[in-house]
């Protein structure tokens, strides 16, 4: 998986950035059947506060997916964004979660 990040004014130390990629390597896992998976990591502050913004896109096949999280933790931030894009392409699976919803409603 190719990953693109840009951190701003945030300094991440190397242990940071180990955390965050044994996060978004839980994706490049699930995403093993797609040779080529692609995303890109934007971490922002907020004004002068502790709070972080986070963003993910994820690009694979013909899908992009993005999960926006905010958190005093850029750590926490991105582990919400990575389990946020997790569910949406469980969500997109073939009998993923909506599948299952979809086809009890119309029972």
């Keep these: ?11 991440l130390t190397d242990e940071d950035m180990a955390v965050i990629r044994k996060d978004l390597d839980k994706l490049e896992r699930r995403l093993h059947e797609h ?11 907020q004004g002068g506060s502790p709070d972080h913004r986070v963003t993910v896109e994820l690009h694979y096949g013909h899908n992009h997916l993005v999960a926006k999280v905010s958190d005093y933790d850029t750590r926490v931030a991105v582990n919400k964004a990575t389990a946020e894009l997790m569910r949406q392409i469980n969500d997109r699976a073939r009998g993923g979660h909506n599948s299952f919803v979809n086809a009890t409603k119309h029972r």
């Design 1 to 11: 998986m190719l990953v693109q990040m840009s951190a701003g004014h945030d300094h």
């Design 35 to 45: 040779q080529d998976i692609k995303a890109e990591l934007r971490i922002a502050g």
